[in-house]
């Protein structure tokens, strides 16, 4: 599992938006941030993960990755990217579920406005 | 939201289980680790509490606490404790979900062996 979560954050950092959608289940969701409409299916989460990587941000892990004795594990990071405002960082914790092939079968993303932060 | 989370960290390291349960809705339910048997209403709840702070274990916070956009909130945290080994380190996420009235309905907390280090 926790290889799983570092090549996500290695397929995004190398914007590749297909790596990382291909380390989903097919009919895997993905809520980011919680609370927020669900994307269901591997096409809607390629599209999501192109936009993502399209916008430059980089992840950048904040504290070592989770497993659990189930089948889920966790990860803290940070998101670095380019605003109009200036650089910027949204502190992120992300918490995957895994079909038992080892697939993401689920992720959700927990953060919201007060974990944006703008650095000088 | 983020208060309730330090409030939880605050409680545990004054070894105050009580204050920790106080956090809890009435019928709330624990998990810890995911995958473990769930642990359900406040009786319990305080119980586990009570065994955990009688460790003597003390939360430090590895990463800022997240919010969600929706009732939940998760915590990236090292939890520090005397073994027979020496000095470990677990390596812990908690997922909170809460009530309208900012209780937390539910504590999803991931870690696994491979997230426990002994310190030299």
Redesign the interface.
Known sequence: M?AAMQAYVDGFNRADPQAIADLYADDATVED????EVKRGKAAIAAFYKMAVDTGAKLEL???V???????????FNVHLNMPEGKARI???D?MTFTPDGKFASMQ????K??MVVEP
């Open positions: 926790k941030p919680v609370g927020s904040a504290a070592p989770r497993a659990s004795h189930g089948n889920a594990a966790a990860m803290a502190q992120v914790i918490v993303a927990y953060w919201g007060t974990d």
